[in-house]
């Protein structure tokens, strides 16, 4: 499906974006990863500060040619009330999401443009479809995420290349097992299921798919 591709992978070292790496290469990729550290060292890792788009625009300028980005770096954090005072929350958020997402946007268009197109996968969030208590940072910054996710499609889709979104319930990684032990983690999605779905969507079968925000809910 990705056979003889080149992708970029942000959040690589996580739980999902490392399974992301892996079902990419048995489909024939070579990943490109990129994170703020990695527990182990190898060629094709990078440990940058995607929220600096100096250091990501120098990158890729070095990497040069690549037919695909999947935006997996992000975070989730409970918040307070909406209208709570306090921006740290909001700071953090809008940084993992929204300015990680654009700064790769900012920095890999040009060179997929230049190469003849390619695809952006970006990771929004089933919850943020709708305003939530207590999560209104998360919400908004994911909201941003899909929005954007929409005008780039609408912007680039003419220029051969393919920009969707999947957006997950609660992933069944291990942080969110520990954050939720009474839970029924049979419910969850799967980091391997949303990867499969992430590979599609930046695979030539996807190529008639522009600005899809693709629901990944597992059985939640």
Known sequence: MLKNKTIIVTGAN???GSRVCRVA???GARTIRLDLV??????DCYEIDLTDLAAVT????????????FNIAGGFAMGTDAWAPGDD???RMFALNVTTMRNMVKASVPHLLGSGGG???????YGARQGQADMSAYCASKSVVMRLTESLADELREKSINVNAVLPTIIDTPAN????PDADFSQWVAPEELAEVICF?????ARAVHGALVPVRGLS
């Not at 969507?201 to 079968?205: C, E, K, P, Q, Y």
Request: proline content about 0%; hydrophobic content about 40%.
């Open 177 to 180: 097992r520990a954050g939720m």
């Open 119 to 125: 695809s952006i996968v970006n990771v929004g969030a």
């Open 14 to 16: 996580g739980a999902l």
């Open 201 to 205: 969507l930046g695979s030539d079968a």
């Open 58 to 69: 120098s990158l890729l300028s070095d990497i040069r040619a690549f037919d695909g980005v």
């Open 89 to 91: 929350e909001w700071d």
């Open 25 to 27: 290469e048995e489909y």
């Open 38 to 43: 990695f527990n182990e060292q190898r060629d």
